[in-house]
């Protein structure tokens, strides 16, 4: 997934400190779903252009990265329903 942000304010290259990420620089981070790579593909004093691209694990982002960490979509393990000897079905009348 990609996302764009532009100006073209005088100067544009405050987009960076805005962001606080330098514009000569390929910023990467690892999440709990995948990667985000955040990067200028123009930096000018006329115009300066921010993408955030994610790639995201979809594998990753349904059972975590760990060994026993859960996902956030992660489903509770389905455990069989015991029924109690004392309580009793209700009888039709």
Same mark, same amino acid.
């Given at each position: 997934?990609?996302?764009?942000?532009?100006?073209?304010?005088? +100067?544009?290259?405050?987009? %960076?400190?805005?962001?606080?990420?330098?514009?000569?620089?390929?910023?990467?981070?690892?999440?709990?779903? %995948?990667?985000?790579?955040?990067?200028?593909? &123009?930096?000018?004093?006329?115009?300066?252009?921010? =993408?955030?691209?994610?790639?995201?694990?979809? =594998? %990753?982002?349904?059972?975590?990265? %760990? &060994?026993?960490?859960?996902? +956030?979509?992660?489903?509770?393990?389905?455990?069989?329903?015991?029924?109690?000897?004392?309580?009793?079905?209700?009888?039709?009348?």
């Amino acid at each position: 997934m990609l996302l764009t942000l532009s100006t073209t304010h005088q +100067p544009a290259t405050d987009l %960076g400190y805005l962001l606080a990420k330098h514009p000569d620089r390929l910023q990467r981070f690892g999440l709990s779903f %995948g990667q985000a790579c955040v990067f200028y593909s &123009e930096a000018s004093a006329q115009r300066c252009t921010a =993408v955030l691209m994610l790639d995201i694990d979809p =594998v %990753g982002l349904v059972h975590g990265n %760990g &060994e026993n960490s859960a996902g +956030p979509l992660a489903r509770a393990p389905v455990r069989p329903v015991r029924r109690n000897r004392r309580i009793r079905p209700a009888r039709a009348l």
